[in-house]
């Protein structure tokens, strides 16, 4: 364990802080001693119905309410209701601002660039909220986005949350199946799609795949078609349905938005798990969870002010693209970016950053981590004099991952890995503006979140590996699953480990700092021998050698017990011979422990990601044990798990 941190708050940056405000009107109110963040997190989840009054008030949410009562049936896990009383409208509040200064800046790689203001993107919502609502959206109807993460897509989502509507989105290299298994449940009203988008320098056309999963979405009325590739989409692949998006918004005038406020605890959002185990599971998020979940998170958790510009590398088919764009409710510009982040190379995401002067840039642990096999040093190349707070997510950042931003990005930032997911369509550990970076911890839980880590019986512990859990109840659960009447699914998805207990399902460990470090998802820890290993812990070993780009680890049923199985894909010009397989493993012997050696060391071409990414790991388990992979549609490049498909030396 390091004996310093990494980076520390200056004592004018404390000062200047949101959450020092909000330290400081608590302390006034509430008669307490808040002098760090232990203390206010401690304050926080001992009066967590003061904490969100508080958190109401401070960020100024736009709604009735939110009334008396704050938090009904606060004993139920699930049933908890929070604000029961409020009423309000999420469009509404991301909309506070109406001016000429930037909302939204876009990049679509090297083809596209454009701006749109406060009034541009005010106007476009006016607009398209009155053309969804002429087509008969109304309250708790489904408006879906088939997008890039464009400017198009927060207007179309903005106008239909305007209206009481649910939003739900995916991004466009979604495969045909994959769009019905997840808009199929759902049966959206409206569909907004593009005409293609830009990736790698290549255009890629999708009015033909959106013609073949439209056949199949009876319940869509109308097809919006947002161009990108054209001014004028060829729109002749589509039925009658279909009609581009100034068509669509042309018999309407911009004039003040009707927002339609709604129970706090209605539905906003539907997000879908994975799914590479069948059919993904339909989370439906609320309307006030969201908004202030999200407000907390870049207000007091990310420092985000009036003015800033936040930056996150994201696609429509991961939940960080929801938490981008609530960047909006803080009066944030929006850094959009669709497209790959090495094209034309790997300064792309920074040529953007220092052009636009970027306050806030979040990417993924793995990109960290090509940028540091790359050798890109962009402290010497870029001006990011404007980053105040880079944050990380996908999967661990590893602790050389932060040596790396320190050394190569920029040594004065605020480094906030964090970590929630779909589920929460937040954080449960993430930042802490006010507080030190230890190397490899995420720096804090979140505010009001009363997470702890608990043993196989159930305990609390510090500085052992066990299971994130929540103990207290927290506004943005899921309100509900979609098309699951009687909880059952939900309950099993959370609260079938420990009972009236969120489980999350990350294997984790509480510092000393206060900080958390991840080991991986607790379905995929491996276990030899009984003993539990996250697999985050190989991959750090792993991947600094210079040989391995990144590697999948699996726990094969061997002979009665597990034996650890490494996959790794080299770099170019290397060979997986005796030396390389006896580097690989005396790394990982003096990085972990003998239990974390491997005992087949495999060579692939390619390992299988979801979408947003993220590494697969049960997939792989379940090629090597030769069972069906329910849903390849969940996954970018399926064709991958070809490489785990009944290798001979498993069978040894």
């Known amino acids: 364990m390091p004996e310093h941190p990494l980076w520390t708050p200056s004592p004018d940056r404390i000062a200047a802080a949101n959450l020092t405000a909000f330290m400081k009107g608590v302390q006034d109110r509430h008669d307490a001693i808040l002098e760090d963040y232990s203390d206010i997190y401690a304050w926080s989840i001992a009066h967590i119905e003061d904490f969100w009054r508080e958190l109401w008030a401070f960020c100024g949410v736009k709604g009735e309410g939110p009334g008396a009562r704050i938090l009904l049936d606060g004993d139920k896990m699930p049933g908890a209701q929070f604000f029961p009383d409020a009423k309000l409208n999420f469009a509404e509040n991301l909309l506070t601002r109406n001016d000429d200064g930037d909302a939204i800046v876009f990049r679509a790689e090297d083809k596209l660039r454009r701006r749109m203001s406060w009034r541009e993107l005010n106007e476009a919502v006016s607009r398209t909220a009155q053309a969804l609502a002429a087509e008969g959206v109304g309250e708790g109807d489904r408006v879906a986005g088939f997008m890039p993460n464009m400017p198009e897509t927060v207007v179309a989502m903005l106008a239909a949350t305007s209206l009481g509507a649910v939003w739900s989105s995916c991004s466009p290299d979604f495969g045909i199946q994959g769009v019905l298994d997840r808009f199929g449940q759902i049966e959206p009203k409206v569909l907004f799609c593009p005409d293609g988008y830009y990736y790698a320098g290549k255009t890629i056309h999708t009015l033909d795949k959106v013609a073949a999963f439209t056949r199949d979405l009876p319940s869509v009325t109308r097809i919006v078609v947002v161009p990108l590739l054209s001014e004028a989409p060829d729109l002749a692949a589509l039925d009658a349905r279909a009609v581009g998006m100034a068509e669509f918004q042309a018999p309407f005038e911009a004039r003040e938005i009707a927002f339609r406020r709604v129970d706090f605890n209605s539905p906003l959002y539907i997000m879908y798990s994975s799914g590479t185990t069948g059919k993904p599971k339909c989370i439906v998020h609320g309307v006030g969870g969201t908004l202030l979940q999200h407000l907390k998170e870049h207000r007091l958790q990310s420092d985000v002010k009036p003015g800033d510009r936040v930056f996150y590398f994201t696609t429509c088919g991961w939940m960080m693209w929801n938490w981008l764009v609530s960047g909006l409710a803080s009066e944030a510009t929006l850094l959009l970016y669709d ?219 061997w002979q009665g017990d597990v034996r650890v199985v490494l996959f790794v894909r080299l770099a170019p010009d290397a060979v997986l011979d005796e030396a390389l397989e006896a580097a690989i493993k005396k790394r990982i012997r003096e990085g972990c422990t003998p239990r974390h050696v491997p005992a087949r060391i495999l060579a692939v071409a390619d390992i299988p990601r979801t979408k947003s990414g993220k590494i697969v790991e049960l997939a792989v388990r379940d090629v090597v044990h030769g069972r069906a992979i329910k849903n390849l549609e969940a996954l970018a490049n399926p064709e991958a798990l070809d490489n785990f498909r009944d290798r001979p030396e498993l069978g040894q």
């Open 339 to 557: 497209g790959s982040p090495f094209h034309p190379d790997g300064n792309v995401l920074f040529d953007y950053a220092e052009a636009e002067k970027a306050t806030l840039f979040g990417t993924s642990a793995k990109y960290i981590d090509a940028l540091k096999k790359a050798g890109l040093n962009p402290k010497a190349t870029h001006d990011l004099s404007a980053l105040r707070l880079i944050a990380s997510t996908g999967s661990p950042l590893v602790a050389e991952g932060f040596d790396y931003v320190y050394d190569s990005i920029k040594s004065n930032v605020c480094l906030s890995s964090i970590s929630g997911g779909t589920d929460i369509v937040s954080c449960f550990v993430l930042g802490n503006p006010i507080g030190p970076v230890w190397r490899g911890e995420i720096q804090a839980r979140g505010l009001g979140l009363a997470v702890e880590v608990w043993d196989e019986a159930g305990n609390p512990v510090i500085g052992e590996k066990g299971e994130l859990v929540c103990v207290k109840p927290f506004p943005c659960m899921p309100i509900y699953f979609w098309d699951d009447s009687d909880g059952q699914r939900y309950r099993a998805a959370y609260f079938e480990r420990f009972p009236g207990v969120w489980c999350h399902g990350d294997y984790v460990e509480l510092t000393s700092h206060g900080g958390m470090i991840v080991y991986g998802r607790s379905d995929a820890t491996l276990n030899p021998g009984g003993v539990r290993i996250g697999t985050a812990e190989i991959y750090r070993q792993v991947e600094q050698l210079p040989e391995v780009i990144e590697a999948i680890v699996i726990g094969q049923e």
